[in-house]
């Protein structure tokens, strides 16, 4: 059974740091992008970072790059999200994801067949 388990979020004030640990099990990590992506309240999905796992190349979202890092762990099929200098319209739920065979462009192309895991509130106060 795939599993993807995000955790790591919470309260934080603006200018501070999280970092979230989406865990993977049940599937071949080496096979698939991992993607973190955010809803914030009445917004729509949206891919904020993702990374290759074949490769290691990496996709931010313009209104983080600079500010998050995403990188993985591959023994321990886990992927992180290091969130630094936070404001709050980064406030949403963090959701991680996995697809097959894919790229650093699943931040943008993402589709049913994708796998995702529960999410992770991160809010940012001002």
């Known amino acids: 059974e795939v599993q993807l388990q995000a955790f790591g979020g919470g309260l934080v004030q603006a200018g501070g740091s999280l970092r979230l640990s989406c865990a993977a099990s049940?599937?071949?990590?080496?096979?698939?992008?991992i993607g973190w992506f955010r809803q914030a309240p009445g917004k729509g999905r949206e891919g904020v970072s993702c990374?290759?796992?074949?490769?290691?190349?990496?996709y931010y979202v313009d209104s983080v790059k600079g500010r998050f890092t995403i990188s993985r762990d591959n023994a321990k099929n886990t992927v992180y999200l290091q969130m630094n200098n936070l404001k709050p319209e980064d406030t949403a739920v963090y959701h991680c994801?996995?697809?097959?065979?894919?790229?650093?462009?699943?931040?943008?192309?993402?589709?049913?067949?994708?796998?995702w895991g529960q999410g992770t509130l991160v809010t940012v106060s001002s």
């Open positions: 994801a996995a697809q097959l065979y894919g790229s650093k462009w699943f931040c943008e192309l993402w589709g049913p067949s994708d796998y």
């Open positions: 990374i290759s796992i074949k490769d290691g190349s990496t």
């Open positions: 049940g599937f071949t990590f080496d096979n698939y992008a």
